[in-house]
């Protein structure tokens, strides 16, 4: 049965590739031609095109996905949204399906990647890790992107979570930019998309039924101390992640 599992998963992966290719194309299009386009209504054209791009690939790739919680997104208010990071899958999840238009702090790396880079780019806040000037720049762009009331959406694991623990510890960023900002933090708790892409295999992909979780916002004032913010979302979204799983 393992060995079956396998076989498939590698037929399931060339599928998704094929149909990825060929769904992206006309969207790469459409994400240059949107470039005319000012802020911030370019970022909600760009969420819309990316929302359909998604549920036909979900459809095509034989995935499902239930988004919990919406009404925790109140109308004309923007959110810091953060949420637990375990795979490629993620990305393709959060952004399309937050409620508003919304960007990604992103490494610059993917931006770099032939035709699909135009639309990385369109939805993010890119930054270089490894350039402390860049890390200092995204968290201004960051800073601009609320500003013009479109959410953002940022992984405070920093990279994809694949040790045994439910979430690994979160970075600063995120509530720091919460505090300065004065810009409640949702948080949104991902499901299954390790079982789609599972850390370690190469070349698998298997049809899954992902779920997304928006919890109650919670107000962060200039005056919190946001490591204690930190410490206590943390330990909300683990509880959750391991109660729901």
Same mark, same amino acid.
């Given at each position: 049965m393992k060995i079956i599992k396998e076989i498939l998963g590698r037929i399931?992966?060339?599928? @998704?590739?094929?149909?990825? !290719?060929i769904t992206m194309l006309p969207v790469v299009l459409l994400m240059w031609m949107i470039g005319v386009i000012k802020e911030p209504k370019r970022? @909600?054209?760009?969420?819309? !095109?990316?929302?359909?791009?998604?549920q036909i690939f979900f459809l095509l790739a034989g995935c499902r996905l239930k988004i919990k919680g919406k009404e925790n997104f109140e109308k004309g208010k923007t959110y810091i949204v953060i949420s637990n990071h375990n795979s490629l899958m993620d990305v393709p999840i959060t952004t399309p399906f937050i409620p508003g238009a919304n960007k990604t702090i992103a490494k610059i790396e993917m931006s770099r990647v032939p035709l699909f880079g135009l639309i990385y780019k369109r939805g993010s806040v890119l930054v270089d890790r490894n350039d402390k000037d860049s890390r200092r720049n995204s968290f201004n762009k960051m800073k601009e992107v609320l500003s013009l009331g479109i959410h953002m959406c940022i992984y405070p694991e920093g990279t994809r979570n694949k040790t045994g623990m439910p979430m690994k510890e979160f970075h600063n960023g995120a509530f720091k930019l919460a505090a300065e900002t004065d810009t409640p933090i949702l948080p949104a708790i991902m499901f299954n998309t390790k079982k789609a892409l599972p850390p370690g295999k190469t070349f698998f992909f298997w049809p899954t039924k992902f779920e997304i979780h928006f919890l109650p916002a919670v107000k962060v004032l200039p005056t919190?101390?946001?490591?204690?913010?930190?410490?206590?979302?943390?330990k909300l979204m683990s509880s959750y992640y391991v109660a729901n799983s």
């Open positions: 399931f992966a060339l599928w @998704a590739m094929i149909i990825f !290719i970022t @909600a054209v760009f969420r819309n !095109i990316s929302k359909a791009w998604m919190d101390n946001y490591e204690e913010i930190k410490q206590q979302l943390h």
